[in-house]
């Protein structure tokens, strides 16, 4: 069957043929010209001819119905976008938040057939999760057509670091009921689907890399703050997860060692400085009504000097922790996600002074092009939960 | 010509036929079984077994004359171990240290033709440098027997970094009057050869990662204790360079905003606690004679209660910031390298002690498989160099 044949070219990354490697990386790329295929692959252009028209033959890709061209490099004419066929496999992604479960499902040309969020009361367990998940898939598939078949697999974005080695989380700062779970058992007997999985910034950071902020960015820094601080590190186009899991955790990086107690049980660290929580908290105590962090920086704009004054010390604090991560990794790029990038300048400016002065490259030492470039991520509400259907798309974070 | 051949086959990174990849590893490995050519490449093992008979029939691959065998992947039989031949290529590594060059030349089978130091007067510059290098890679060449037709290229290590896209020195912290020297316009007309150029740490964790405490190790940070601190990134088998070659730079990473000043001109810099420098300088004003590094551990050894709890002191320092990379990293694995590194269990037990207390996944939190390891390099004294000759070898650091 014709989903069967997806599968497997998709399902084994160690498969080197010409078809397994086209297919992968029509998965993770979307649409592609055959020019644009060669020059990823490193295949020849004669390879790259011959294996399409075979798969183009069994249906697996196809040309893009979205009816644009993309343009061949240096041809100049308009090339066929090609794309894998739609109907042949879909994706799921899952973001289980505080209070809400936001599911969407998207098929293999990277379009999105349906977006959902439903509400579910705060310290939900994995197996409510697991339930719940399990009717919106039902009735999305069934809503819209689709075969359940056709489905590679179900990315789950968790609010905490997870273990590659055996899919447990490590410690799940967001539900913390959640801690030691092992996703793939918890989950894919359930939805009998393949299970993908990591935490909730390292599918922000996928999902701005295919996407977003970061498209055609090989490497960049993701730095997400919100009512915690996050991020993720994508080198040569991966998501660096790190042995246990634990990579990205830029909240937790001790930038003082006898600073406050933190949630995580260190001094210190730098989600106490950098994150929108406090800030949102006084705000809300100042005011007596719910603020939020959209709110607080509503408040800022409409010139209110205290939101404003925290919004940039937030961002001072940020950039002293994110010039620690440039001395060791002197990124090209860093995307700014999380709510609090709504901000926008008001954020970016402080932040990137406050980077400036405490990194060891210098922005007046090198050529513009070897500067690190700061930007606001794209996605700020639906990041996670696109990047969990980019999992499964770019086979990341496969269990089991 | 066959040595016309190899460079082409090893030079264009884009060239994804069979022979160039089996090349190209070959050349970062040493050498290899077809089983795992195969297994590394991605290549079916048909092919494989078909290339390897072209390249072994055009005598760029031979089997090992080193008469070792190696085992095939499950195949429970010794496998003939094949290595590029070693008549057809070879390249040369040198180091710029503070007041010598080192320099040693090698084969592509991975084996040391000639090993080389010699002193030269400090704040020496680029040129002087360039034609020293000059003078010793031709005598070399004619002690050795060797076709300067055959060298591959000649690998650089600076004592500063080195912008990846211009080829420029950063900054040259052990040799000052290097900064914004151009590399390859210093050293690729003297030498007439294709000029690879990296910071002395990002070699010397090529070194170890090469030869050295990190084989089979695709992912780990280097971490480099000397009168300064330094390091490197490896992910998936590369040294991460930054994009404007700053990356690893662990020294300055500020870890004290209202420290005392650093060389760099920021202040609270990891190196001001935890190199070697100030306990030597003052171990030296103590005894009135020359300590150094090595003596300095001799002393911590030797029962001297000064030496020791300065060194756990630098040990503490150095494991708090390491924990600050370990928080954005996660690195499944840690290499000490550096001569402070010699003081073994006496550095690396307050190191990871301090380590474990500072950073977010704790040991106990884990498997221990998803433990981070700490272990002290294999190459303190040479491993720049040797790391600078792997720069040729793995095509790492090209200028031009």
């Known amino acids: 069957m014709i989903e069967d044949r997806l599968k497997s070219l998709l399902d084994d990354p160690a498969d080197g043929t010409p078809s397994a490697r086209i297919v992968r990386l029509l998965s993770e790329r979307g649409t592609l010209s055959a020019t644009e295929i060669a020059r990823l692959t490193g295949l020849a252009k004669s390879t790259v001819s011959m294996t399409l028209a075979g798969l183009r033959r069994s249906d697996i890709v196809i040309e893009s119905d979205h009816g644009e061209t993309v343009r061949g490099a240096g041809v100049g004419r308009p090339a066929t976008a090609l794309t894998l066929n739609p109907k042949v496999g879909t994706c799921v992604g899952v973001l289980f938040g505080l209070e809400a479960i936001q599911l969407i499902v998207a098929d293999v040309s990277h379009r999105v057939i349906s977006d959902r969020k439903i509400q579910i009361e705060p310290d939900y367990s994995p197996a409510e999760a697991a339930a719940v998940t399990r009717r919106l898939v039902d009735e999305a598939y069934e809503e819209h057509g689709l075969a359940p078949e056709g489905r590679l697999g179900v990315g789950v974005a968790v609010a905490g670091p997870i273990n590659p080695i055996d899919g447990k989380v490590l410690r799940a700062s967001g539900v913390p009921t959640w801690a030691g779970t092992d996703i793939r058992a918890a989950f894919g007997p359930v939805l009998k689907s393949p299970i993908f999985a990591d935490n909730e910034s390292n599918c922000a950071a996928i999902a701005e890399m295919m996407w977003g902020a970061a498209i055609g960015a090989e490497d960049f820094v993701f730095f997400k703050i919100d009512l915690g601080v996050g991020g993720a590190i994508v080198n040569r186009g991966r998501v660096i997860t790190g042995i246990a899991g634990g990579a990205g955790e830029f909240g937790h990086m001790i930038i003082d060692p006898s600073g406050p107690l933190c949630r995580c049980g260190n001094r210190g660290c730098l989600e106490l400085y950098a994150s929108a929580r406090d800030a949102v908290a006084q705000a809300e105590r100042r005011l007596g009504r719910p603020v939020g962090i959209d709110g607080l920086v509503a408040l800022a704009r409409e010139g209110d000097e205290d939101s404003r004054r925290k919004i940039v010390a937030m961002a001072e604090a940020a950039g002293k922790g994110l010039a620690i991560i440039g001395t060791a990794l002197n990124p090209g790029l860093v995307v700014l996600g999380g ?52 999992l499964v798309l770019r086979h990341h974070g496969r269990l089991g």
Chains 1, 2 share one sequence.
């Open 339 to 390: 709510q609090l990038s709504r901000a926008g300048e008001m954020l970016l400016g402080p932040l990137s002074e406050s980077y400036e002065r405490h990194t060891l490259v210098k922005r007046a030492g090198v050529a513009p092009e070897a500067r690190t470039r700061f930007v606001t991520g794209v996605f700020t509400d639906n990041d996670a939960c696109l990047g969990a259907v980019g």
